[in-house]
């Protein structure tokens, strides 16, 4: 029998494994190079890339929920220019393909950022950050909205000749119609989703556990939501999906694969085990062989209904 | 390229409650104590609490490294603090370590002020432990809420520190602030002060501290995510070249220089 092969390509970038770094848990990959080189990942995302410097939040930043984190960080930035200098050099010395995570405070700003990077070497993809709840701008986000998602992939995808993926939220009524509508516009793959957007108090104090207030959740806590979004968008749209949100086994991967993903991102386990994509790695390829599949793509999106897909939304 | 482990399995030598809400864990492991600077903590996982996602972080109190043993002091605060509590002698600890910045301990540091308050107390035993032997005077300055909330004086009488306990309520040692005591030893020729402890006591100490020539350097506290910079979650003003940025407690830190800091932000 073949041996298991873990060989993955998403929207043009051939990935030696489905594991890619969920943009904002990652920082430009200076820490975890610490620990190991970075090609253990089958991509690295980076933490979202503005056009200016920005601060981000006051602390605090984070708070832990059952089985999740709330979080309202801010993105800080040191902007663009700064990670074409400082970042994209450190990166650029491991074998990975590295996708850069934008953001804006303004549409304009996508394409602005883009065509910035587009000058660039060693850069795989563009993840269009259209999703983060933390932004101050409108406080709800670009990706809430079907058209300016679709406009933002549309002028973004003319200002750069790289893949873009877009990065839905999860807090909207239907992700299928974003999903539709960056797609139409030119996405070349989705990955999804970010954190759902969440609030704590603390009751001896009577305050939030967050300066912010509102921050975004991750963690085993939002798996199931993410299982399911993702398994709707699958049966939605043509262009590849990264699966996303709460991640932290080789089963949690495994369930994305099947419902549609085709690279898996990690995140908040790398904040409790920054090894545990190796661990991530060797179970799914385990799996792979005890259930006699050669490749991930003989298992995407094959999760056994009791009875045919009526309605996927 | 070198890549540092940070990963560390450690054995729980004791695990004792040494006052109403702080515990003593001893644990044994060969790497840690050897390479491990006072002021540095280490990332604990809560093996027996799936839900608890992070890791909660811990000065070093103290390191043996000739017994390869070192020590945290843990305050129970919450659900993580709790479930260490159940630790047991001959029980595994994943930890990652050691982290952070440590206090910089020169060889002839002269005359030593140690100022704590409460768990803050800790990271300063490994202080004491440095200074020992090197020639170095040593006052112990040491403020808790009450009698009951008392621990490690003894330690520091042990290091030769001349040592001063304060209780809020005046249960035990002198009645009120340690920072109102720190006034009063301020005449005296200090060359160092190493300081942990709430951000009350920080303030009072950075206004009492102000004029004073001594190099103060304070180890922080702070809710961390992942402890070794990747989160962004621990962030506290600093001043740099006339600048106003935001650095990280686990790698900028904990320790930074006490007139660096910004104490009306939130720490």
Not at chain 1, 64 to 93: D, K, M, T, W, Y
Not at chain 1, 165 to 187: F, M, Y
Not at chain 2, 68 to 90: C, H
Not at chain 2, 163 to 187: A, N, P
Request: charged share 20%; hydrophobic share 40%.
């Amino acid at each position: 029998m073949m041996k298991p092969d873990l060989t993955t390509h998403l929207c043009g970038i051939k990935m030696a494994n489905p594991i890619v770094t969920a943009s904002g848990t990652s920082g430009y990959g200076e820490e975890f190079s610490q620990f190991y080189d970075l090609k253990a990942f089958g991509a690295f995302t980076v933490k979202s890339v503005f056009l200016e410097k920005r601060q981000g939040n006051p602390t605090p930043r984070i708070a832990e929920c059952a089985s999740g984190i709330l979080n309202s960080i801010g993105i800080p930035s040191n902007g663009v220019r700064h990670f074409i200098q400082e970042g994209l050099p450190v990166l650029r010395r491991y074998q990975v393909p590295v996708i850069v995570s934008i953001a804006g405070t303004s549409i304009d700003d996508f394409p602005k950022i883009a065509a910035i990077l587009d000058k660039e070497d060693g850069i795989s993809a563009i993840e269009l950050n259209i999703s983060c709840p933390n932004l101050e701008a409108g406080g709800c986000s670009f990706g809430a909205d079907p058209e300016v998602s679709g406009r933002i992939v549309r002028r973004v995808k003319s200002a750069t000749r790289l893949p873009l993926i877009a990065k839905l939220t999860p807090n909207v009524t239907d992700i299928t119609e974003i999903a539709r509508s960056v797609e139409a516009n030119g996405a070349d793959a989705v990955s999804l989703i970010n954190t759902i957007g969440g609030m704590a108090i603390d009751i001896d104090t009577r305050k939030p556990k967050l300066a912010n207030i509102f921050g975004g959740l991750s963690g085993p806590a939002i798996k199931p939501v993410g299982i399911k979004m993702v398994w709707q968008v699958y049966n939605t749209v043509s262009i590849p999906i990264v699966g996303i949100g709460g991640v932290m086994t080789w089963e949690d991967a495994i369930e994305y694969i099947l419902a549609g993903a085709t690279a898996v991102g990690v995140g908040t386990a790398l904040f409790r085990d920054p090894w545990v994509v190796f661990d991530i790695l060797k179970g799914m390829y385990r799996y792979l062989e005890q259930k006699g599949f050669n490749r991930l793509e003989d298992i995407k999106g094959k999760v056994k209904l009791p009875q045919p897909l009526q309605n996927s939304r | 390229m070198k890549k540092t482990d940070l990963r560390c399995y450690a054995r729980v030598v004791e695990n004792l409650r040494i006052c109403t809400d702080h515990y003593r864990l001893v644990l044994q492991e060969d790497r840690l104590p050897r390479v491990t600077k006072p002021g540095q903590f280490v990332n604990i996982r809560i093996n027996t609490r799936e839900d608890l996602l992070l890791r909660r972080p811990f000065s070093v109190a103290l390191v043996k490294p000739e017994k390869s043993r070192f020590e945290v002091i843990y305050r129970v605060v919450g659900k993580g603090t709790a479930a260490m509590t159940e630790l047991e002698p001959g029980d595994t600890v994943d930890l990652l370590g050691p982290l952070g910045t440590g206090f910089n301990i020169p060889e002839n540091a002269g005359n030593c002020l140690l100022l704590g308050g409460g768990c803050g107390v800790a990271p300063l035993w490994a202080v004491a432990d440095k200074l020992y032997g090197t020639g170095s005077k040593m006052i112990a300055m040491l403020g808790f809420q009450s009698a009951e909330h008392v621990f490690g004086e003894d330690v520091f009488r042990g290091y030769g520190a001349h040592t001063v306990v304060t209780t809020d309520d005046g249960s035990y040692g002198v009645k009120g602030f340690i920072t109102q005591e720190l006034e009063k030893v301020m005449s005296q020729q200090i060359d160092r002060i190493y300081i942990c402890g709430p951000t009350p006591m920080l303030k009072a100490a950075s206004s009492i501290l102000e004029k004073s020539k001594a190099e103060c350097q304070v180890s922080l506290e702070a809710r961390m995510g992942c402890g070794f910079g990747v989160c962004l979650s621990c962030v506290v003003s600093v001043r740099k070249e006339g600048n106003i940025e935001k650095q990280r407690v686990c790698s900028e830190g904990p320790v930074f220089r006490l007139k660096d800091i910004l104490l009306d932000d939130e720490t």
